[in-house]
């Protein structure tokens, strides 16, 4: 059956006839791994994943009457790649379609009991869900692949790759920007930024920007400030984002008020940002408050409600909810004197520093240093050899 679909391939695809005759011979010689690099290279030539009216192969046949017939035999993690991509070629028109077939390969019994292709495939799974609006399928499919993850003894980068992308296609649908962010950054951490093309690259830098925003527990940026994706934005429609996290990255109210008119029309192109501008304003500010006492040295940080009403631009009576309300997102941690008004700080979330930052600490390191060689030369001086001695 195989042979003979390979047969009329060589009628089919007269512009693939090399791809096509490397297939015969690996299946004739039942050499499994070499096969499974030829349908690779054949399921992604240009010639052959055409639309089929206009000269491409049918890869959906190529499954049924060729991939299928010897599945068993080959690895299954590059098994289920191959099925996946023939299911985003754009071939299968029908999005749900893409789902069922999908779905009839999770359920193949070497592919069940084996875990990494079944993360994968499940995880193809969850995305297609995700285009077709079934949030609840793509729920339960991400649990089964979670579970997968749990009990495998070792998964490898690509496989977390495709499984922390689909839990961002997922979040990233039910906008909720603060898990989408962290599974993002996850899906970046096992994957070659190399791998991206640049608009994808692009968009996925400006999705995690506005997650990054928008997200309700996010107020440490430097793990995406730091990440190799937001080279990816300049000289992109999306270079503003890498402006705007720059200034709530440092805390910079007055750059924030400035921008707000500066890049008004790229702000309004992100509906999400327009309706939450209000929540966007007091992130920053503490976010102001933060940036505030990590540039005060440890020994002196307490600050007045008028330093922080200065800095952090917010009325005199709403500095006490401000800080409050950092207390409580457990940002900072301190004591709060209202009779003095006055604000006590032990400590400030730890941050990804960026480079003003770093010389920051590096001014203070300096004066620290001085304020040990002052002590020194006290007790070199100014001690009695009697204290010495005792």
Known sequence: MAEQYLESL???????????NGLHEYHRKRLW????????????DANVKRPVAAGGVDLLEFYQEFVSTFAIKLNQLYFVQIAIAIANSGQIEDKQSRVDFLESVSELPKVVSHSEATIVVKSAIVENCVVVGDLTKA??????????????TSVSSPVYSAFYRAWAAFYDEKKEYANFYQSALKYLGYTKIE?????EASSLALKLGVAALLGKDVYNFGDLMEHEVLTKLPGTP??????VLQTFNSGDISAWKEQQNSLSQQLNSQ???VKEHLMLDKKIAILALMEMVFAKPSHDR???????????QVAANDVEFLVMHALAMKLIQGSIDQVNSKVEITWVQPRILSLPQIQNVGERLGEWQGNVKGALSLMENEL?????GA
């Open 302 to 312: 307490t600050v007045t409600f008028d330093q922080i009403a200065k800095q952090t």
């Open 33 to 44: 791994h070499q096969l499974t690099s030829q349908m690779v290279k054949f399921i992604t």
């Open 139 to 152: 729920k339960e499919r991400l649990v089964e692949a979670q579970a997968s993850v749990d009990e495998a």
């Open 238 to 243: 999306n270079e503003w984002m890498l402006q």
């Open 195 to 199: 791998s991206l093309g640049s608009e």
């Open 384 to 388: 009695t050899p009697e204290l010495i």
């Open 10 to 20: 060589l009628v089919k695809a007269p512009a693939s006839i090399e791809l096509v």
């Open 271 to 273: 509906p999400a940002l």
